[in-house]
Nanobody
C-alpha cells in the first residue's frame, strides 16, 4: 500500500504561481511513476503531468511550458511548479502513484486532492 499526501493548493491570481507537493509513504518501492491529475467541476479527471522512476516527464498540452514536474527521491516527494496560471487551471489536483504496469495489472494510488483556484 502507498499513502500519498498533497499540499500547496490555494487561491492565486491569474498569471501567478503555485507549487504543489506530494509525499509518498508505505510500499514506495512498488512505485514506477508519479504524477498529477486534475478535475474541474462537471469535467472528467485529466492528466496534468507525470514523471517516471527514470526521470522521464510527460505533460498535457494545456500546461506544457507553464508547469514543471520534479521529484526529490530522498524525500519520496513529487512537486508540480505551476507558473502563468490561468482561470482554466482551476480544479482539484490529485497526486497519483502507480506501478507502471499495463492494463489489468496496473495499480494506482491517489491522494485526497488539493484545490487550486485561479481568480482575480
Amino acid at each position: 500500500q502507498v499513502h500519498l499526501v498533497e499540499s500547496g493548493g490555494g487561491l492565486v491570481q491569474p498569471g501567478g504561481s503555485l507549487t504543489l507537493s506530494c509525499a509518498a509513504s508505505g510500499n514506495i518501492f512498488s512505485i514506477n511513476a508519479m504524477g498529477w491529475y486534475r478535475q474541474a467541476p462537471g469535467k472528467q479527471r485529466e492528466l496534468v503531468a507525470t514523471i517516471t522512476r527514470g526521470g522521464t516527464t510527460n505533460y498535457a498540452d494545456s500546461v506544457n511550458g507553464r508547469f514543471t514536474i520534479s521529484r526529490d527521491s530522498t524525500r519520496n516527494t513529487v512537486y508540480l511548479q505551476m507558473n502563468s496560471l490561468k482561470p482554466e487551471d482551476t480544479a482539484n489536483y490529485y497526486c497519483n502513484a502507480n506501478n507502471g504496469m499495463g492494463p489489468g495489472r496496473r495499480i494506482d494510488y491517489w491522494g485526497q486532492g488539493t484545490q487550486v483556484t485561479v481568480s482575480s
